[in-house]
């Protein structure tokens, strides 16, 4: 945007442009009437004149004869003292009187009655506007058709259009400073609810969330009604950060208070063989920690919405197989059955491998954690399809949505930190794939399916 | 414009017969004072005798004596057609020929001069700044006082046509106008006439009655008058009248109280004059109060200026005959007058009213009267 654009100035310019073109056509049409105007005012002037003329015009001594009255070249003449030419032709176009040879006018009149044709014409260096009227003698014997060609200088006739058009003119400059002012007005007033949101935009405490109350014209109403909803999500963020943040402290207070106890314990006894019994313990409680930490930070990171890793073509039924192997010891010493069910073909996504290991590998736990005996790797084609399903008692539909909530556990007393499911959720988020949580094929069980999008590419 | 000129040609032989009775070619001559820028002339060409003349142009001259003013008094004819012939040689012309100044000035011969003396100059004597009427002559009846010590008192056309319908014996052949049909300036005064009245044929008619004599101009009636053959002139150009009558105490100049046309010479400055900045100058110095003023003292003209009162002024005629004065409209029915069938109809018409009361006189009547 240049430093120049401004609503007002495109809104001006864009209603001014059309009103300026307008008035251009105005004054075009104004000028053209007022020649119109007083072409026919004054084109009266050459009619009565050539009738006059023509009434006195006879047939005497075997000839046309006119008794020209003078009256009627004054008719020609104004108060602007036009110069005035006349001339009676016969009916073969020989000049009989008259005080200049005017040009006849070639087009064709109606035929057989009293034609009158007005015309520009330029003689001898004069402009002159010429009037010339075809017609016969009535006498009792005689038909003798004969011509009387007026004409006249143009300055009464100018002068009266250059007035007309001049009245016409002072009237369409008003008009258009009275629509200027009204335009610049109407804009500003327009524009005023737009400073308004303005001003209470910048009012606020950088720091409240709370919604705009103002009110405002349909146009604005949107907007603010769109600014009051990011205001609503920005507040659940936060919620839902200040939740997070709240439980991950305690999550962690609570090993590292058993660590410090246990530490604390020991210090109390001299025998070496305790103090081997207790840092074992706290080894196996640092690591448990020190997962949860990790676990902490992947779906911290997972939930920015700047993590955008690179995503590089990968083949699921390797990643599914590895898995199943990272974890099938781990499983065999719980007494659960790991398995996997490939696709009959390769199969292939873009993603990063080691999430979908993150993801598979925290499925693989948590059914193993909720009472899973057998728990399966499962690969499917069309769409590509990464599935893990257990057997174990499974969550009632209408908990499922909840489960994807950071620590939320199902049973409180079990040993867990609750986010498994939300980072495997995050990871699908980040590979645009659809996290499905369904009730196994038997009925029983917990079916997770990450569905990504698209076919094999 | 073979037929027109042919007709034109013909009417200038007419109008040629008006007014200045002047010689072939009357110059007068005003050298520019030595010293001053050369090639700095004015020629001037009019139909105006050199009496007339001479004080307008000393006055001018003496105004602008860097000017080679040259002036040559034509007649009407030789006038015009110098100027057709040659339209670039003159700086001004001026004419008492009103329809063919009208004429030229119509057909854009005349150069505009739209000075401030233009300006101010009354709209009724002058056309589109082109062509200026800077003299104003009645046109008059010169009557015998004999006629007046015993018919009474003939102020108007009205009175006119009373007497001679009354004492149309007494008067036969004692009363003189021009001939409209060899004098242009009868012709045109006939036309103005005939338009200002339908009772002018009446008057015609009447003189015809009274057999008036018919002759082609100013000069030929004041001779008759001043030599007693006539009684009453009728139609005369006051300015001639008032200076050859100064010492006739026995012949009245009546400027008639009904109507009396003026007749105006006017000054044109020619399209392509060759220096039309000393021609606007003389013309702006004509139309100067300063120039009137030297017209209405110095010359039986007539001066148009409406600031000028004094004698010899439109001004103080206007005062002394009220609204009957009719100065001849710088206006296209002038045109009128110079179509050829127009002439024709009305000298058909004027010879008719003319002959139309049966002759009384001598017995030359065919009815025997």
Same mark, same amino acid.
């Given at each position: ?67 020209? !009255? ?35 006018? !070639?087009?064709? &009149? ?14 001898? %260096? ?14 009792? %014997? ?39 002012? &009204? ?22 405490? !950088? ?47 609570? !090993? ?87 696709? %009959? ?19 693989? #736990? ?23 399903? #257990? ?18 556990? #199902? ?6 930190? %609750? ?25 029983? &069980? ?12 | ?19 200045? @009775? ?28 050199? @009496? ?7 006055? $001018? ?17 030789? *006038? ?18 009103? @329809? ?31 062509? $200026?009427? $800077?003299?104003? /002559?009645? =046109? ?16 108007? +056309? ?54 008036? /004599? ?12 001043? /030599? ?14 008032? /200076? ?56 039986? *003209? ?13 001004? +103080? ?10 100065? =001849? ?11 050829? *069938? ?11 009213? $003319? ?10 009547? @065919?009815?025997?009267?």
């Amino acid at each position: 945007m240049t430093r120049g654009d401004s609503l007002y100035r495109r809104l001006l310019g864009l209603l001014l442009l059309p009103l300026l073109g307008l008035g251009s056509l105005f004054l075009i049409q104004a000028w053209g009437d007022a020649q119109r105007t007083a072409n026919r005012a004054f084109d009266r002037l050459l009619e009565a004149a050539s009738l006059a003329i023509a009434e006195q015009v006879q047939w005497q001594d075997d000839r046309l004869w006119l008794d020209l !009255p003078p009256a009627a070249l004054e008719m020609l003449a104004t108060d602007a003292e036009e110069r005035v030419f006349y001339s009676l032709v016969d009916g073969q176009g020989r000049l009989i009187t008259g005080n200049a040879e005017l040009p006849g006018d !070639p087009r064709q &009149g109606l035929e057989g009655s009293d034609t009158l044709l007005y015309r520009h014409i330029a003689w001898q %260096g004069l402009s002159l506007r010429q009037g010339t009227r075809r017609t016969r003698l009535e006498d009792w %014997g005689v038909r003798e058709p004969f011509e009387v060609r007026v004409a006249h200088s143009r300055e009464g006739r100018d002068a009266l259009a250059a007035e007309l058009w001049h009245a016409n003119l002072a009237m369409i400059l008003a008009m258009a400073a009275l629509a200027t002012v &009204g335009l610049l007005l109407a804009i500003r007033a327009a524009l005023t609810p737009l400073t308004r949101l303005r001003r209470a935009i910048r009012a606020r405490d !950088p720091r409240t969330l709370s919604p705009l109350e103002l009110s405002l014209p349909r146009e604005l109403a949107e907007l603010r009604d769109t600014v009051n909803e990011l205001l609503a999500r920005m507040r659940r963020v936060r919620a839902n950060q200040e939740r997070f943040i709240g439980d991950a402290s305690h999550q962690l207070r609570t !090993p590292l208070a058993g660590l410090s106890a246990r530490a604390e314990l020991a210090l109390r006894q001299d025998d070496p063989a305790r103090w081997k019994e207790a840092l074992v313990a706290m080894q196996a409680t640092s690591v448990r920690t020190a997962r949860l930490a990790g676990q902490l930070l992947s779906l911290t990171r997972l939930a920015n919405p700047e993590y955008r890793p690179a995503r590089a073509p990968l083949e699921l039924n390797a990643i599914a197989r590895q898995a199943v192997r990272d974890h099938w010891a781990s499983c065999q010493r719980q007494g659960v059955d790991l398995g996997v069910e490939a696709s %009959g073909g390769d199969v292939w996504i873009r993603g990063i491998d080691w999430l979908l290991a993150e993801a598979i590998g925290n499925l693989i #736990d948590n059914a193993c954690r909720y009472g899973g005996h057998c728990v399966t790797v499962q690969v499917e084609n069309a769409p590509p399809r990464l599935v893990v399903e #257990d057997n174990g008692p499974g969550i009632p539909e209408a908990r499922r949505l909840l489960m994807l909530r950071p620590f939320h556990r #199902d049973h409180d007393e079990l040993e867990g930190s %609750g986010l498994g499911l939300a980072i495997v959720d995050g990871i699908a988020r980040t590979h645009g794939a659809r996290l499905q949580l369904s009730a196994g094929h038997d009925g029983g &069980g917990l079916r997770v399916a990450l569905q990504f999008p698209g076919d094999t590419p | 414009m073979n037929r027109l000129s042919r007709l034109a040609r013909r009417w200038l032989l007419l109008l040629g017969l008006v007014g200045s @009775p002047a010689g072939a070619d009357e110059t007068l001559h005003y050298p520019a004072s030595p010293g001053s820028r050369p090639g700095a002339s004015l020629v001037i060409h009019g139909a105006l005798d050199l @009496p007339q003349m001479r004080p307008l142009l000393e006055s $001018f001259h003496r105004e602008h004596p860097g000017l080679d003013l040259r002036y040559r008094n034509l007649t009407t004819l030789a *006038l015009h057609e110098r100027f057709l012939t040659a339209p670039d040689e003159a700086d001004v012309l001026l004419s008492s020929a009103m @329809p063919w100044q009208y004429r030229l000035a119509n057909e854009g011969h005349a150069r505009a001069l739209e000075s401030p003396a233009a300006r101010h100059w009354p709209a009724w004597a002058r056309w589109r700044y082109e062509l $200026f009427a $800077f003299t104003f /002559e009645p =046109i008059v009846m010169v009557v015998n006082m004999a006629v007046i010590e015993r018919y009474g008192e003939v102020r108007s +056309h009205a009175d006119l046509l009373a007497l001679l319908e009354r004492h149309a014996q007494a008067l036969q052949g004692r009363i003189v106008t021009y001939d409209p049909a060899s004098s242009g300036a009868g012709y045109t005064y006939a036309i103005e006439e005939s338009r200002l009245s339908p009772r002018y044929w009446d008057l015609v008619a009447a003189l015809g009655e009274a057999e008036a /004599e018919l002759v082609n101009t100013t000069g030929e009636m004041l001779e008759g008058l001043i /030599e007693g053959r006539y009684l009453i002139g009728y139609n005369l150009l006051g300015s001639y009248a008032r /200076e050859r009558l100064a010492d006739h105490p026995r012949l009245r100049i009546v400027v008639p109280d009904d109507y009396a046309l003026v007749t105006q010479r006017l000054a044109l400055i020619p399209r392509h004059s060759p220096h039309p900045a000393a021609a606007e100058r003389f013309i702006d110095y004509l139309i100067s109060e300063a120039g009137q003023t030297v017209i209405a003292q110095d010359t039986p *003209l007539g001066a148009i200026h409406p600031a000028l009162t004094g004698p010899g002024t439109a001004v +103080h005629m206007r005062r002394q005959h009220g609204d009957a004065l009719r100065p =001849i409209a710088l206006a296209p029915g002038l045109l009128a007058t110079l179509d050829a *069938l127009k002439r024709e109809a009305l000298l058909a018409r004027w010879r008719r009213e $003319f002959m139309r009361r049966p002759r009384r006189l001598r017995g030359a009547s @065919p009815h025997g009267l």
